[in-house]
């Protein structure tokens, strides 16, 4: 029981905070003792526990945040993707990001933590945080790091996702498109790009749930092999190919993008899965593009571009969502794709697009929010409301781009196959 006139823990934490967050806290902060502190105007952020304070001692930031989000120690009432929309632009009116705390603002944070009982062994690590062993892109690695995402739910990805089961971002031709309608135009300008005719052999690296393997089959007479190596991914297309009598036109294999090789093929496309490959892999994973295409064979990549210090997305998306991830500028890509003997022939930036994408997927993720908290339960449904949330933010401000890049594998003579002009 607080004795009369002894500071509340809200206002204690407001104390120790404010030389760390450059003046008044941002939020309207309520601590597990009832007490309040912050601006009454400000986003409402409870702390149920001392062992926030824990967590954001052991991992400063974004990181310690998140633990302690998902996990229900920290609550954000009302609108999340309001809240950390103010918390962002007060870190960038007060020019927090580069900002660096004194000793002394440390010690007297180390202190008040310590009084109020937050020091102590590091807190564990919420159930949802992946753990990945092994060496950084290896065969073993890659799988369990995709694992851990891809083989997550079928039932909880088809709650969110279109009818396609497209795992990627739209191509929005009209503002008043559905998601399933934007999604089909996305798939369709991907087999325009590439030119796909009857017949043509078509791999498809890195195929999710067959959205693109399925339509290229369906629409353009496409005869498609999709590899995966999620086993999830892989056992659920393999039921639409039966549903749709398409087994003598689409194969789907589990296998790592690196041990394909039956080219070539008539056009090749990996849509948002360059990501994962790593930095250092990425050449290889070029490599396999190029060999596996014929000669004035098209390649259409399509992938996220991200530039800041945070290649991988981020702490939380690093810890949560997709572990060994790695995105940089599309023009470092593009440096990278031609470097590795292909000739980038367009560069479509739409990063808008995934903003209405996320947009529509957030709509159905709380449209089935009870559904999706049975099937996971309600720490990775707070996982995914934050991802969600946060994705859609990066987009819209610029920190990160989604890309499709066409490229060609030239003749032995150069020569393309390009019309002189676009014909998509």
Request: aromatic residues 8%.
């Amino acid at each position: 029981m607080l004795v009369s006139g002894t500071p509340t823990v809200a206002a204690r934490l407001e104390a120790a905070l404010r030389p760390v967050v450059g003046g008044d806290l941002p939020v309207h902060l309520t601590a597990w003792d009832g007490s309040t502190a912050g601006p009454v105007d400000a986003p409402h952020v409870v702390l149920h526990t001392p062992d926030v304070l824990r967590r954001l001692l052991w991992h400063p930031g974004e990181l310690g945040a998140a633990q302690a989000y998902v996990t229900g120690e920290l609550d954000v009432e009302g609108d999340l993707d309001a809240a950390l929309t103010h918390v962002w632009g007060v870190v960038r009116e007060r020019g927090l990001s580069s900002v660096r705390p004194t000793p002394a603002t440390l010690v007297n944070v180390l202190r008040t933590a310590r009084e109020l009982g937050a020091v102590g062994l590091p807190a564990a690590a919420p159930a949802s945080q992946a753990v990945i062993k092994g060496r950084l892109h290896s065969l073993s690695r890659d799988r369990r790091s995709i694992s851990h995402h891809y083989d997550f739910s079928n039932e909880f990805y088809a709650a969110i996702l279109d009818d396609h089961m497209a795992y990627s971002s739209a191509y929005y031709e009209r503002a008043d498109m559905s998601l399933e309608e934007a999604q089909a135009a996305k798939l369709d300008l991907v087999c325009r790009k590439l030119a796909l005719r009857e017949g043509d052999r078509f791999l498809d690296v890195g195929c999710g749930w067959g959205s693109l393997s399925l339509y290229a089959a369906e629409h353009f007479g496409a005869r498609v092999t999709g590899v995966t190596i999620a086993a999830e991914q892989k056992r659920f297309i393999d039921e639409r190919i039966a549903e749709r009598g398409l087994g003598d036109r689409v194969e789907i294999r589990l296998q790592d993008y690196r041990e394909v090789g039956d080219g070539p093929y008539d056009a090749v496309a990996s849509i948002e899965m360059g990501e994962h490959v790593g930095q250092d892999n990425y050449p290889t994973y070029v490599d396999v593009l190029r060999r596996n295409v014929k000669p004035q064979g098209r390649v259409l990549i399509q992938q996220m571009s991200r530039r800041g210090r945070h290649p991988g997305g981020g702490p939380f998306i690093e810890s949560f969502i997709a572990p060994d991830m790695h995105m940089r500028p599309v023009g470092e890509t593009v440096e990278l794709i031609e470097a590795g003997g292909l000739e980038v022939r367009d560069v479509h930036l739409m990063r808008e697009h995934y903003v209405d994408t996320v947009r529509d997927w957030m709509v159905r993720f709380e449209a089935n929010a009870d559904r999706l908290r049975d099937l996971v339960g309600e720490e990775q449904l707070r996982v995914w409301r934050l991802y969600l949330v946060g994705g859609a933010m990066s987009f819209r401000d610029g920190r990160m781009g989604v890309d499709q890049i066409l490229a060609v594998r030239n003749d032995e003579a150069g020569h393309s196959g390009f019309p002189r002009v676009r014909d998509w």
